[in-house]
């Protein structure tokens, strides 16, 4: 029989194992864990050849170097790319359908969020979540949603989990599905890569959600309204350290007209969110980003711009120093932790910016708003113009 102590050890190597497959990459760590990530020497923004759109699109995300993704809200449309985006197909479009979020597992399987009815014109489809078995092919309603039917999704979280099951390292995929803007507030949870939902009423602890992010099983981060009615709302960000159960404010603004839109963790224990505010409130001139350094526990306004015409919506860090605002004015970029900012060029009302690590310590950026850009080494693109080029549709 194996002794206790020697079962202890086991298992101790069972964890460091997994704390090296976890590290996956070999990237060099900061002491909470996370990833340093670097941009290459030649990396900067460049546009990637989309169909045209002059308003804001939502999300976007590539599983791997090649694969990606991205949603168009008021076509009802998701196109997807196998070659980095140097090309596009349409493979899904649903006039009706406000897809606001994509959350992809792996290059077959993912889902999207609709935002729902009662919110935009014209979106007449009530079903909050689609999914794909199929890398995009196909989209399905996802009927196994429990609890009150859920309004609509502005935000998908996916995680990896590592576990010892029976002594050895398993992995199980976590998603979280949150929203929406205007409320009613509400967040799916899936423990089982979407086998399973759990439905978690958010309203007694805020009005709306746009973003959520988890870290593990236990701990999580849900970027809020006070209130449904903009004119009365607060920022608000809250936290959960029991899965979900119970939530706590962590932060809330003192201002009237704001709300928390997007949020961003480059280590565990930093990170930053966009405060937008009323943009028809000339009064209130100075623009806002909230951060923490204490993994979400406590959070600080920094200033971003004095503008009255800036509205905020997008924000993605690479490092716990470099990262980048999207706004109705273009995008704002920090080098110093957000100290101080920068106009950069990568499109207007950037909304969903993400940071995918390339394997040798450096990264991959992609912004969506208008355009969708991607802060990389260049790509080769072709020459033609961004709105004609390599762009295959696909008839759903």
Not at 99 to 116: C, K, S, T, V, Y
Not at 202 to 223: C, H, Q, R, S, T
Request: charged share 20%; aromatic share 10%.
């Amino acid at each position: 029989m194996v002794s206790r102590t020697k079962e202890w050890r086991r298992l101790a190597l069972l964890a460091s194992s997994i704390a090296l497959t976890a590290a996956c990459t070999t990237l060099p760590r900061t002491n909470d864990g996370a990833a340093t990530l670097t941009p290459a020497a030649d990396a900067h923004w460049q546009k990637l050849p989309t169909e045209a759109f002059k308003g804001k699109q939502d999300d976007i995300q590539f599983v791997d170097r090649d694969t990606g993704f991205y949603v168009n809200g008021k076509k009802g449309s998701i196109w997807r790319s196998h070659d980095s985006g140097r090309s596009w197909q349409r493979v899904l479009e649903q006039p009706g359908t406000y897809f606001r979020a994509i959350g992809m597992l792996d290059p077959q399987h993912g889902f999207a969020g609709n935002l729902g009815t009662d919110y935009f014109p014209g979106v007449t489809d009530p079903t909050p979540l689609y999914e794909t078995n199929d890398g995009g092919d196909s989209w399905h309603a996802v009927m196994n949603l429990p609890g009150p039917a859920i309004k609509g999704i502005c935000a998908i979280d996916v995680q990896k989990v590592h576990y010892i099951d029976a002594g050895k390292i398993a992995t199980h995929t976590m998603i979280h599905a949150a929203g929406r803007v205007g409320g009613p507030a509400y967040l799916l949870r899936s423990l089982d890569g979407g086998n399973s939902w759990a439905n978690i009423d958010m309203n007694p602890w805020v009005a709306m959600i746009v973003d959520v992010k988890f870290f593990d099983e236990m701990n999580g981060i849900v970027f809020a309204g006070s209130d449904a009615n903009i004119d009365r709302s607060h920022a608000l960000i809250v936290a959960t350290h029991d899965g979900g159960k119970t939530w706590q404010k962590v932060y809330e603004s003192k201002r009237p007209g704001e709300l928390i839109w997007k949020g961003s963790f480059p280590t565990r224990q930093i990170g930053y969110a966009t405060i937008q505010g009323d943009s028809e409130n000339k009064d209130e001139t100075q623009q806002r980003i909230a951060k923490t350094t204490d993994g979400g526990m406590t959070w600080k306004e920094l200033p971003l711009v004095n503008d009255a015409k800036v509205r905020e919506f997008g924000i993605g860090f690479a490092n716990a120093q470099l990262g980048w605002v999207g706004t109705s004015q273009g995008g704002f970029e920090t080098r110093d932790g957000g100290a101080h900012w920068q106009p950069i060029e990568f499109g207007r009302v950037v909304n969903k910016i993400r940071i995918m690590p390339d394997g040798d310590g450096h990264f991959v950026g992609y912004a969506i708003g208008s355009d969708v850009y991607t802060f990389a080494p260049p790509l080769g693109l072709p020459a033609a113009p961004a709105d004609t080029a390599a762009i295959k549709v696909v008839k759903p």
